[in-house]
């Protein structure tokens, strides 16, 4: 079956640009999450969706950042007028919701955001 | 206070020998605990978790938790170059999952 799928797998933008980073979590998964994670760090929280709705945002660093799943699938993370300091891999992950055997995330591939 | 302390290596083992790689946390109410690897590029792969007392195994792989300690920690025993990875250390408290910095192990051959 398939895993967690983003795209683009690279993202190069100008300061003051915006963009759209998509993630395809896994078929029947109803948790996904959003992290980025910078070199030789581990990767931060930034939102948590179950099902349609965001159940935690506070990891959003702030108003630029916004993400919508607007039918329990696919998510978008949209950054508005970026800065050098977004650069970052932002990974995506999915997973049931539950035990901790189902909280288990499933990590997509990533994409690397340079602004430049 | 950071949520999850790792130290972050580099950690070096030869080939054989069991590496072990530890992991602090900073809130009693974490509920469950993950270690993942992360190759150089790619992104983090689960190895196990552990939300109980005590040890669980898996192969070559023991994870171990101490609550009243805080700690969790991952063995890998018979260390394989391919085992050369930086290793995370997760806990999940709430919603959130918060991770460390990781810890670079690298097997020598």
């Known amino acids: 079956g398939a895993g967690v799928s983003q795209t683009p797998s690279n993202k190069v933008t100008e300061k003051g640009k915006y963009v759209e980073l998509r993630c395809d979590p896994i078929?029947?998964?109803?948790?996904l999450y959003w992290y980025r994670q910078s070199l030789g760090q581990g990767p931060e929280f930034l939102i948590y969706?179950?099902?349609?709705?965001?159940?935690?945002d506070s990891g959003l660093p702030n108003d630029r950042f916004f993400a919508v799943r607007p039918e329990g699938s696919v998510s978008t993370l949209k950054i508005q007028r970026t800065e050098r300091g977004d650069s970052a891999v932002y990974l995506c992950?999915?997973?049931?919701?539950?035990?901790?055997?189902?909280?288990?995330?499933?990590f997509g591939p990533g994409t690397r955001l340079t602004v430049l | 206070q950071k949520e999850v302390e790792q130290n972050s290596g580099p950690l070096s083992v030869p080939e054989g020998a069991i590496a072990s790689l530890n992991c602090t946390y900073s809130?009693?109410?974490?509920?469950?605990f993950f270690w993942y690897r992360q190759y150089s590029g790619k992104s983090p792969e689960l190895i196990m978790f552990?939300?109980?007392?005590g040890d669980k195994e898996d192969g070559r792989f023991t994870a171990q938790l101490n609550k009243a300690s805080q700690y969790v920690s991952l063995l890998i025993r018979d260390s394989q170059p391919s085992d050369s990875a930086t290793y995370l250390c997760?806990?999940?408290?709430?919603?959130?999952?918060?991770f460390g910095t990781g810890t670079s192990l690298t097997v020598i051959p």
């Open positions: 992950a999915s997973s049931l919701v539950g035990t901790p055997s189902t909280d288990t995330q499933y």
């Open positions: 552990i939300y109980s007392n």
């Open positions: 997760a806990v999940k408290k709430g919603n959130q999952f918060y």
């Open positions: 969706f179950q099902g349609t709705g965001a159940a935690d």
């Open positions: 809130d009693r109410g974490s509920q469950s």
């Open positions: 078929s029947g998964h109803t948790a």
